[in-house]
């Protein structure tokens, strides 16, 4: 019979020494060698995969990296947001344009402050910040504008003021007089703090009803909103309001109009801020609001008269016909306000015969800013009524130290000048060179044919001639005298005492624009303070006058 082997037995002990408790073997049976190969599987740990380990790290720091790099970097859209402080009886069509405008133009929101339009007034006056004023009443806009506060203004919708009654006039309120009976009680607005209400007073004060029906009056609140509300909740059963705010509620109320309001109309009307730091995207939405097939549509649709705005597009594009004669004194004032507005104006300076016959044929610039008047006339049916806005002389130039000795323009029918005219079908300036020359008499013939055998070149625009002049291909040339700003010490000038030697620069909008109520903020522009200091710099004389404008 066999007898297994001895298996080898391995007890745990714990033994204590000086040093604290020591772990050891006790091997009971079996072999020395059996002992080491133990020892040697309990202690062995397999060896760390170094590369491993140093390529993991690695990735790591790379994603970190990565993420930090790649993380979101556009900015909060609400430190973007235009702040607006709108008139609480617009407050539903701009509530849901703004909504909108936020959604359709690159997520811009639009916070609005809503209050009375006196109220509001009187805190942006304080606040000094924010973006846009929206008042029921241009008047207050124009408040506004005298304590410098608002610069550009948009007209958005009209309204005007009706009584509002309860459903089914259960009162039969007709009149104001039907308002002062004792068994009817009103509400009014506070003429201090709302537009409605300050309109109410200046209306019914001209017709001598304003005290007794303010005295009769149960209640005044700061906006037309709360007032309309009392009537709709049978606190009242009247009040004044605007007509729009009756049209939102035809389940809850009805209007009578009456005389004294039917022409007590007043534009809705949006004023970019001067305290404004973004003027692009304020005028933006001021020009979303005006549009027909944006603001406009939410206007209508709420009861509101709108207006006539110009078609939408973020960003316009406008064509400008100008005559050469113009480009020093408006091209920096065109930059500005392309820059302000967020459009592309499309310059052409030329001849104005040029420009006229373009025009002839078919074009179509948004606006036509001529040499001379008489180069208006020749396209106004397409054109509203020109503003004259400046004026400049023609005057002869000659070589610095005059060394044909020329001195007056008689002169220029001498021997051996050589003379340069603008042409007189391509240039207002030609036409009325040609015009004034053949006005006068030398010898009995007039000047122009006298002078025909010097002239050397017929140019389309006068800086052509001065540049002649200036590198010695001709000894004299007729110029306007906002040609030469720049270089005045470079040429000597003759005056023309003789004849006309006048020419005027109006400015006309295109009757057919797309773009008419942008287009009259253009011409607001080169009619201003800055554009007539510009204007006289370089020659011209101003034209422009309150009762012009």
Not at 149 to 172: C, F, T, W, Y
Request: some cysteine.
């Amino acid at each position: 019979m066999k007898h297994p082997a001895p298996q080898p037995r391995i007890q745990v002990c714990s033994q204590s020494g000086r040093s604290g408790k020591v772990s050891g073997l006790v091997i009971a049976g079996g072999s020395v060698v059996f002992l080491v190969i133990m020892l040697v599987l309990l202690v062995y740990t397999p060896p760390k995969d170094t590369p491993s380990s140093s390529t993991t790290k690695t990735d790591s720091s790379s994603s970190q990296t990565d993420e930090s790099e790649g993380g979101d970097s556009t900015a909060d859209p609400e430190e973007n947001a235009l702040v607006m402080y709108c008139a609480a009886g617009i407050k539903p069509p701009v509530a849901a344009m703004a909504a909108q405008f936020a959604e359709e133009e690159f997520g811009m929101p639009v916070h609005l402050q809503y209050g009375g339009s006196g109220t509001l007034l009187s805190n942006l006056q304080v606040a000094k910040k924010g973006d846009l004023y929206l008042a029921a009443d241009t008047s207050y806009i124009e408040i506004a504008r005298e304590k410098g506060l608002v610069d550009e203004a948009v007209s958005v919708a009209r309204m005007h003021p009706v009584i509002m009654v309860q459903k089914g006039n259960p009162k039969g309120i007709k009149s104001i007089d039907d308002l002062l009976k004792e068994n009817v009680t009103v509400a009014l607005a506070n003429p201090d703090a709302a537009s409605i209400g300050k309109l109410t007073k200046k209306v019914l004060t001209q017709h001598g009803k304003w005290e007794s029906l303010s005295k009769s009056a149960r209640v005044f609140k700061p906006t037309v909103s709360e007032i309309a509300t009392d009537v709709m909740l049978g606190a009242v059963d009247a009040a004044i309001v605007w007509d729009a705010t009756v049209n939102q509620h035809p389940e809850k109320a009805d209007m009578v109009d009456i005389p004294e309001f039917t022409e007590a109309i007043k534009n809705v009307t949006v004023a970019v801020l001067t305290s404004t730091e973004k003027p692009r995207e304020a005028l933006m939405f001021a020009r979303y609001l005006q549009a027909p097939e944006k603001g406009q549509k939410a206007f209508a649709e709420l009861g509101y008269e709108t207006v006539k705005g110009d078609k939408w597009d973020p960003h316009p594009t406008i064509l400008l016909f100008s005559g050469g004669v113009n480009r020093l004194a408006i091209q920096d004032t065109l930059k500005e306000f392309e820059e302000r507005e967020g459009v592309t104006i499309n310059t052409v300076f030329n001849g104005c015969g040029i420009l006229v016959g373009q025009i002839n044929s078919g074009q179509r610039p948004d606006a036509y800013f001529a040499c001379d008047t008489s180069y208006m006339v020749q396209v106004q049916p397409k054109f509203s009524i020109p503003l004259t806005v400046a004026e400049t002389d023609m005057v002869v130039i000659v070589e610095k130290g005059n060394p044909k000795q020329i001195k007056s323009i008689y002169d220029l029918a001498g021997k051996d000048v050589r003379v340069g005219l603008a042409h007189h079908e391509q240039s207002a300036l030609g036409a009325l060179t040609k015009n004034l020359l053949t006005s006068l008499k030398k010898d009995d013939q007039n000047l122009y044919d006298l002078v025909q055998p010097n002239v050397k070149t017929n140019t389309p625009t006068a800086d052509l001639l001065v540049n002649q002049l200036r590198t010695g291909s001709l000894d004299a040339a007729i110029v306007y005298r906002a040609n030469l700003p720049y270089v005045k010490d470079k040429v000597d000038i003759i005056e023309i005492k003789e004849g006309d030697p006048l020419a005027e620069q109006p400015i006309a909008i295109l009757k057919t624009t797309d773009y008419p109520n942008l287009m009259q903020r253009l011409v607001d522009k080169l009619t201003s303070n800055p554009s007539r200091g510009i204007f006289e710099s370089i020659g011209f004389r101003w034209r422009i006058t309150p009762e012009s404008l």
